[in-house]
Every structure is written in C-alpha cells, then in structure tokens.
C-alpha cells in the first residue's frame, strides 16, 4: 500500500501550467507510473485539502536528444505520468501561487 505522499512526485511549473491554474483552475503534477485517476484525486485531496472535480492522466514518453556536432545520440530522459487535476472554483493551491 503507497501513502498519498508517494503518488504526487512534484508539481509540474511551466508556461502552460501557469496559464492552467490562474485561468481554468487547473493544476499538473508528475505521478507514481502505476497511479490512477482515482488515487491522484484522492491524494490531491487528502494533501492540499481541496475538493478535485476531474482529474486527466496523461503518459509522457521517454525522449533522446542528440550531440549537434557529432550527431550521436548522447542523453535519453525519462518518461513519466502527468496528471492534470482541474478544481472546484474558489479553491486553490498555495504551492503554485505566486510563481508567475
């Protein structure tokens, strides 16, 4: 059994994420590989004490890049589980405020 403190890895904190939560209520997070729209809910909840209407799970797959003078593939990252947890209106997330 994982607490609801090993399902939430990190909030995600970008230019997209930003615009998401300030207008739609919207909030992202990277998740346990193995996790469900019903256990991030429930953490999300549990941790932040809000109230979760939906929650959309998405699969990010791992990525190569390459070195540009020898054309060699040199770094690969991770994939990982994002999870895009939209809010009852008046409800927030402290984490995220104030990070535009």
Do not use: W
Not at 57 to 65: D, E, G, H, T, V
């Amino acid at each position: 059994m994982t607490s609801v403190f090993d399902i939430i890895h990190r909030p995600i904190i970008t230019e997209k994420s930003n615009y998401q939560n300030s207008v739609l209520q919207q909030y992202v997070f990277e998740v346990d590989p193995s996790a469900t729209k019903s256990m991030v809910k429930d953490a999300v909840e549990e941790i932040f004490n809000v109230s979760v209407l939906r929650v959309n799970i998405i699969n990010l797959p791992a990525k190569k890049s390459r070195n540009l003078r020898t054309r060699q593939r040199t770094t690969r990252r991770k994939a990982y589980k994002k999870a895009v947890v939209t809010l009852a209106p008046g409800d927030s997330i402290s984490v995220f405020e104030g990070v535009m």
